[in-house]
């Protein structure tokens, strides 16, 4: 048989064995951008994330959204009778295969369908030594198929979206925007004979890229100046962050990361990543932030987060994890995510325990007076002596006053009343996820010594503003999670109608702060030990805000509060959320919460009515000292420590139970009444409880008694 009979045999052969080729639709519904992007919830654009680190691919070009100086360049370096042949320019294979005989070196006779075939079968790709002639066979096969069932158009476009032109980078969205810092709708003839040069030889150096553009351009009897030089920028030039996001705004990078790493866990559809964030109040967020760090320069204030939560979904709308510099290496750690101190935003949750445990009401009195308690970590004994933000002390003040002005000793004295571990139950069942134990921190968890999130702060503060009701956050579009109660509604009411109350917090912060806005808003500031954190965490009746300003690296601020530091973000981003739409008033008070006139004695607080948990009112406070009975547990305070002496008789040692008149319980047992019980010591760690007449706890605290069994006393001769 004749050679070319054989070859058209085996071509046949080739032909006749092949399946049929993807369609053109098929081809492109494959398409997967390298990256992704993320949208808000109406789709507007937010940020381009990568997801795929082995390539460096765009989206897929319309062939009518690539240059028409591209389109030739293309087709002039390549397949010069692209328009006319059938898939195979059997005169020029005819060249390559001579000259490659006679000359022993490679010449490429493939044309631009027969390329493609190669891209499309893993199986026909060109390897490093060439392809053999079973799969150059099949490479012409399936480039004769293609031609027979798709148009030249959907070739020619599907080729520029497939083709690897240098390095990583696949396809002509991502050479041009990386290459080019454009559109290829945008390229010029220059430009498009580079990257035509690039498809010959991907990874060639500079000049030789330059010397087969410049071939190119002559072809269309254009001249070469430059062409050097913008090879050269172009191969050297690095990609920014956003290299495949030409026109994207880049708005939240750290959210941004979050959805990349469930696209590649889970189910990866075409598209973009839907998020629950607004663009417009991401931008707002974001602006406030910066805005606020750039006056903050010279206070040692490099970075800072805001997030905006939805009360009713818990759907995250605005989440910027950094407002620092993108220059700076803080810029990628999400502070949003980042363990913190917390400061004096633990406090409202503190007031509302013991609100539900009718330990007190908003007008109890408290005393700010320095005072020392007994605490421990780690096992180690030690007094804790609270201090006030300004050093000052108030003296007697109702704990509406204590809670509005975030004063720490009265704060302090309310969680010696829960003990350590109340509180530290009730923190966690907000979410808030406290390391270690409650004896760890001791009293001082109350002000905040424990490391929280923002993301957890703030959902803890929507618990608040549903009323003690709880769920998760979510920022992706989703069914929300079925809320549970974590907190009694009164105690919540009651906290929030604190920190809504302007008044309230005048002793600390005057009357006009940050804090003021023209509607209803509940909110409360925190700093942390030597000014490493600052927070401000508030809700309205519709949205949740929490702001976090601060040093990613944990150096301290200068001279920075509350109220300079992260309240004017929140309030910025709050009056935006109002301006949107009138204001919603305060929730109404829940079943069982009554208000009364209140009466002071002794004290400098107004007469005023006052919110109550039904059976806690009260007409007429006074302090301690001139109240006929003491309120709680006055002795033993909670995780006291006594040790006994073997060598003293039981009556020298005996505990004394003093306060308010009522019920003693001791580990579940009941010991007696009245206002004051002498109790023997057995070694052991206890539970004191003192209720009411009609058995309401009105405290409870821990001890420990340390020590051998002491001897009797011994008998008269």
Not at 205 to 224: E, S, T, Y
Not at 229 to 240: F, I, S, W
Not at 386 to 415: C, E, H, I, M
Not at 471 to 495: F, K
Request: glycine content about 10%; proline content about 7%.
């Amino acid at each position: 048989m004749r050679p070319a009979l054989t070859a058209a045999a085996l071509l046949w052969l080739a032909t006749s064995a092949l399946a049929a080729p993807p369609s053109f639709e098929q081809v492109r519904a494959a398409h997967r951008p390298s990256d992704v992007l993320l949208v808000d919830r109406q789709g507007a654009p937010l940020h381009s994330v990568r997801v795929d680190n082995t390539v460096r691919r765009g989206d897929w070009v319309p062939l009518a959204e690539v240059s028409p100086a591209l389109r030739t360049a293309l087709v002039l370096s390549e397949d010069r009778r692209f328009w006319a042949h059938a898939g195979v320019d059997w005169p020029g294979l005819a060249r390559s295969a001579w000259a490659n005989a006679v000359n022993r070196r490679t010449q490429g006779g493939s044309t631009l369908t027969m390329q493609l075939a190669g891209l499309l079968d893993d199986g026909l790709a060109r390897p490093t030594g060439g392809r053999s002639v079973v799969q150059k066979i099949g490479q012409i096969g399936l480039a004769r198929e293609l031609e027979a069932r798709w148009r030249k158009t959907e070739i020619l476009e599907a080729y520029l979206n497939s083709v690897p032109l240098r390095g990583e980078l696949v396809g002509v969205a991502a050479a041009s925007q990386q290459l080019f810092g454009k559109h290829p709708s945008g390229l010029d003839a220059p430009e498009a004979a580079v990257l035509a040069a690039l498809v010959r030889a991907p990874n060639a150096p500079a000049a030789d890229v330059a010397r087969r553009a410049c071939g190119v351009l002559q072809r269309q009897q254009l001249g070469c100046g430059g062409v050097a030089l913008l090879a050269d920028q172009a191969l050297t030039r690095r990609p920014g962050p956003a290299a495949l996001a030409a026109g994207s705004p880049q708005l939240a990078p750290h959210l941004a990361r979050q959805a990349a790493a469930a696209w590649r866990a889970g189910p990866r559809p075409a598209g973009p990543l839907r998020s629950t964030l607004d663009a417009r109040l991401q931008r707002v967020a974001l602006q406030a932030l910066q805005q606020q760090l750039a006056e903050l320069q010279g206070h040692n204030v490099q970075d800072g987060a805001v997030l905006v939560l939805d009360n009713r979904s818990g759907e995250v709308l605005a989440w910027v994890g950094s407002g620092g510099s993108a220059l700076s290496s803080a810029h990628e750690v999400d502070a949003v995510l980042a363990r913190r101190q917390p400061g004096s935003t633990l406090k409202p949750f503190v007031y509302g325990l013991a609100f539900e445990r009718r330990l007190l009401t908003p007008a109890s009195l408290l005393d700010d007076t320095p005072t020392e308690l007994a605490t421990g970590v780690d096992g180690i004994g030690g007094l804790y002596q609270p201090q006030n933000y300004d050093r000052r002390f108030k003296g007697w003040v109702s704990a509406r006053t204590a809670l509005g002005a975030s004063l720490n000793v009265p704060a302090v004295r309310v969680g010696a009343m829960l003990g350590p571990d109340a509180v530290f139950e009730r923190l966690n069942a907000l979410g808030l996820q406290i390391d270690h134990t409650a004896g760890y921190h001791g009293h001082a968890l109350v002000l905040g010594s424990a490391d929280v999130t923002l993301l957890a702060l703030a959902n803890a503060y929507r618990t608040l503003a549903n009323g003690g009701l709880t769920s998760p956050t979510r920022w992706q579009p989703g069914a929300a999670v079925a809320a549970r109660r974590v907190m009694d509604a009164r105690a919540a009411w009651l906290v929030t109608d604190v920190l809504a109350d302007n008044n309230a917090r005048a002793l600390t912060f005057g009357l006009d702060s940050p804090l003021v806005t023209r509607g209803f808003a509940a909110v409360k500031t925190g700093t942390s030990k030597d000014l490493r954190d600052n927070w401000c965490v508030g809700f309205t009746a519709r949205h949740t805000v929490a702001v976090w300003v601060g040093n990613a690296a944990g150096e301290p601020m200068h001279h920075v509060s509350g109220t300079t530091g992260a309240a004017p973000v929140w309030r910025q981003v709050v009056q935006q959320l109002m301006a949107d739409g009138p204001p919603l008033p305060p929730p109404a008070p829940p079943a069982g919460v009554l208000r009364q006139a209140i009466h002071f004695e002794g004290v400098a607080e107004p007469e005023r009515p006052e919110w109550f948990i039904a059976g806690t009112e009260q007409a007429v406070f006074q302090p301690r000292s001139v109240q006929a009975a003491p309120f709680g547990i006055v002795q033993p305070r909670d995780g006291s420590v006594f040790a006994l002496d073997p060598d003293m008789p039981p009556q020298a040692q005996r505990l004394v139970f003093q306060g308010a008149d009522g019920v003693w319980h001791l580990d579940g047992k009941r010991l007696g009444s009245g206002p004051r019980l002498l109790w023997s010591p057995w070694p052991g760690r206890h539970v004191l409880a003192l209720r009411s007449a009609d058995g309401r706890l009105l405290q409870q605290v821990r001890f420990e008694v340390r020590g051998a069994t002491v001897k009797a006393p011994a008998r008269p001769r």
